[in-house]
């Protein structure tokens, strides 16, 4: 059975965060790089929209999450744990957020993007042009990188899908090429 199968099973064919059943998707949750039952959710395109931020956050809309935190499947919690913290200032998310429990593991991966963070404390990443990087962008090589302890040149014009993010240093992201997870410098990728 397939990931996408297996989520639509779980939910019903349903948003795992807001409950639509219209133009639902499969979503990977940040830093994860393999699509997989564990780190994956189903979300309508209103919730997609506005967690990758190609929409402005409506904290109405998230009101769903005082029922969808309390997911049995921790990939859903974790994704309103973080839209919870980006809406924190709003009082409401705050009081949710202090209800809320993730063991150790789930509160790792969960505080992984840094959407905890204060705004000013956040390391921003920013490709050779100066444009903002998230987690999950796709990138491409703006000049040929030879990839440390192996043979492998990694070539200008190569793409690096669904990247993650170094959140202790700026300069540096993490991508595949060719099958391989590469450390590669902000300053070397283009964001597609």
Do not use: F
């Not at 219209?22 to 994956?40: F, G, H, M, W």
């Not at 491409?140 to 993650?164: C, F, Y």
């Amino acid at each position: 059975m397939s990931v996408l199968q297996t989520l639509q099973d779980r939910s019903n064919t349903t948003c795992e965060l807001c409950t639509s059943t219209k133009d639902l998707r499969q979503y990977t949750i940040p830093p994860s790089l393999n699509e997989n039952v564990a780190n994956d959710i189903l979300v309508c395109s209103t919730c997609l929209d506005q967690i990758e931020g190609r929409e402005d956050m409506d904290p109405n809309h998230w009101r769903c999450l005082n029922d969808s935190m309390w997911s049995e499947h921790v990939a859903v919690q974790i994704m309103a744990w973080r839209i919870l913290q980006r809406l924190r200032k709003q009082g409401w998310p705050q009081d949710l957020l202090d209800m809320m429990y993730l063991d150790e593991e789930a509160m790792a991966l969960a505080r992984a993007t840094g959407e905890h963070e204060e705004e000013a404390d956040r390391i921003i990443h920013r490709d050779a042009n100066g444009v903002i990087l998230e987690s999950g962008d796709a990138v491409v090589l703006v000049k040929d990188l030879k990839v440390k302890g192996s043979s492998m040149v990694a070539k200008q014009g190569t793409a690096v899908r669904n990247i993650r993010l170094d959140h202790e240093n700026a300069e540096y992201i993490e991508g595949k090429v060719d099958g391989q997870q590469i450390v590669i410098i902000t300053q070397y990728v283009k964001k597609l």
